[in-house]
C-alpha cells in the first residue's frame, strides 16, 4: 500500500476510534516496555502540546470568551433581552445541580474521608468562607479567570458600544481563527493521548491501569444515569412526548459521543432539536448555540471524578472536604472551557492544580490530561449537548411566558452558527 493511500485511509477513521486506538496502543506499549529509553522518549514529546496550549490558555480564553460575548450581543435585541436571561440561567443552575450531583456519587463510590488528618472540620459559615476566599484568590491570581472577566468586559464593551464594532468583529474573527485552528490540530490529538496514555503503566504500572479503568466505569455511571433523570425532567415538565425525547437522543447523544466536542455537534443539536424534538426555531437556535458556548456541565462532573483518580495516581492526599471547595470555581470554569475535545483537561487542570497546591503542577497537568481521555470526553459531550435540548424544552415550554420576535432571534442563532461552523 503507498504511503498516499494509507494516508487516506487513516484520515477516513473517525475521530473517536482512532482516539480510542492510540489509547489503547498507548497503554499497552506503557505496560509492555516500561524501561524502553524510546517509549520515555514518545511518552515526553506527548506532553509538550499540552504545555503549550497550558502556557497560552489565558490568552485562547479571553479571545474566544471576547469573541463569544461580542457575537451575541451584536445581534441581540432588546425584546430578546429577557430570554437570554433566562437560558443562561437555566444553565448556571443546570451545571450547580450536576456538580453537586457529582459530589454525591464521588462520596459513594470514592470512600474517600470528609476531612484528612489533622484537617480541621469547617462549620458551615467556615466553609462558606473558605470558597469566597478560594474565588476571591482565583480572580486575583488566576490568569484563566482574569481572562474570563476581561475577556467578557471587552467583548461587552465592543460590541455595545458603536464605534467600537470594527473592533468586535475583529475579535470575532480571532476567535473563529483559534477554533479553527484547533479542528486543523485535530489530526494530532489522538496521537497526543497515546503518547501521553504510556505513562500511566510506565509511571504507575498496574495500580495505574486499574485506577484509569475505574475512572472511566465511574464517569459512565454517573453521565448516563444523569441524562436518563434529564430526559424524564425533559418528558415530566414539559409537553415533549417520549418519541420526540428518544428520536432527539438518538441523533445528537451518538453525535456528542463520537465527535467529543460540543462545536462539531452544533450543527446536528440544532437540526434535531427543531425536527425531533420539536422546538420552535428561534428557541432552538438560542437555547443550543449558547449553550453550545456556555453548557459545559457533564464535563464538570467528569472534572471532579478525574480529579479524584489523578491525586489517587501522583498520591495526593484528597478529601471530599478540598473537593467540596473546588466544587465553584469549577462551575465558574466551566463557562469559559472551549468545547473541543479534550478541552476540560487543558484548560482546568492547571487550575485545580493551584487550588489543591499539588506539588508538581507539571506532573499534574500531563497525567489530569492523560485521564481525562478515551471515552471520558465522549461521554462528556454526549451529555452536555443533549442537555442543551432539554434545555431549550424548559424555556419554551415553562418559561417562555413572554412575546418575542422570532426573525429577531433566528438572526441570534443564525449568526452565531455561521460563526461556530465556519
Not at 275 to 283: H, M, Q, R, T
Not at 353 to 367: D, E, F, K
Amino acid at each position: 500500500m503507498s504511503f498516499g493511500r494509507m494516508f487516506s485511509y487513516v484520515s477516513g477513521i473517525p475521530l473517536p476510534v482512532k482516539v480510542l486506538g492510540f489509547l489503547a496502543a498507548g497503554l499497552a506499549v506503557g505496560l509492555l516496555f516500561p524501561t524502553h529509553p524510546l517509549v520515555k522518549a514518545v511518552y515526553v514529546s506527548g506532553t509538550y502540546f499540552p504545555r503549550l496550549v497550558v502556557t497560552l490558555a489565558a490568552v485562547l480564553v479571553f479571545h474566544l470568551l471576547a469573541a463569544a460575548m461580542a457575537k451575541l450581543l451584536l445581534y441581540h435585541k432588546e425584546r430578546a433581552r429577557r430570554l437570554f436571561i433566562q437560558v443562561v440561567l437555566i444553565y448556571l443552575v443546570m451545571g450547580a445541580v450536576s456538580l453537586i450531583y457529582a459530589f454525591v456519587w464521588i462520596a459513594i463510590l470514592s470512600h474517600l474521608p470528609f476531612a484528612l488528618p489533622g484537617e480541621a472540620r469547617p462549620a458551615p459559615l467556615d466553609w462558606a468562607r473558605q470558597i469566597s476566599s478560594t474565588l476571591a484568590l482565583m480572580l486575583s491570581q488566576q490568569p484563566m479567570l482574569q481572562a474570563l472577566v476581561g475577556g467578557l468586559f471587552l467583548g461587552w464593551l465592543t460590541a455595545r458600544v458603536s464605534p467600537l464594532h470594527g473592533a468586535a468583529h475583529a475579535i470575532i474573527v480571532a476567535g473563529d481563527l483559534i477554533l479553527s485552528a484547533f479542528r486543523k490540530f485535530l489530526w494530532y490529538y489522538p496521537i497526543m493521548i497515546g503518547c501521553l496514555a504510556i505513562g500511566i503503566p510506565l509511571k504507575f504500572g498496574h495500580r495505574g491501569l486499574a485506577l484509569y479503568g475505574r475512572c472511566v466505569l465511574w464517569d459512565m455511571i454517573v453521565i448516563v444515569i444523569w441524562c436518563a433523570a434529564m430526559a424524564l425532567l425533559c418528558k415530566g415538565a414539559t409537553r415533549r412526548t417520549w418519541k420526540q425525547i428518544i428520536s432527539y437522543y438518538g441523533s445528537v447523544w451518538p453525535t456528542g459521543f463520537g465527535t467529543g466536542g460540543s462545536y462539531d455537534t452544533l450543527a446536528v443539536n440544532l437540526i434535531s432539536a427543531e425536527k425531533d424534538l420539536g422546538l420552535s426555531p428561534e428557541i432552538a437556535e438560542v437555547s443550543i448555540v449558547f449553550g453550545t458556548v456556555l453548557n459545559k456541565n457533564c464535563a464538570t462532573m467528569s472534572v471532579l471524578i478525574v480529579t479524584v483518580t489523578a491525586a489517587q495516581l501522583l498520591s495526593i492526599p484528597i478529601s471530599l472536604a478540598q473537593i467540596a471547595l473546588v466544587v465553584p470555581p469549577v462551575l465558574v470554569l466551566g463557562l469559559e472551557t472551549p468545547g473541543i475535545p479534550g478541552g476540560a483537561g487543558y484548560f482546568m487542570s492547571p487550575v485545580l492544580a493551584s487550588l489543591l497546591h499539588v506539588p508538581n503542577p507539571v506532573a499534574w497537568v500531563t497525567t489530569f490530561i492523560a485521564v481525562y481521555s478515551g471515552l471520558i470526553p465522549m461521554f462528556s459531550t454526549a451529555g452536555n449537548t443533549t442537555d442543551d435540548g432539554v434545555a431549550g424544552a424548559l424555556l419554551e415550554d415553562c418559561f417562555h411566558g413572554m412575546k418575542t420576535n422570532g426573525p429577531e432571534l433566528a438572526e441570534i442563532g443564525k449568526a452565531s452558527v455561521q460563526g461556530e461552523i465556519s
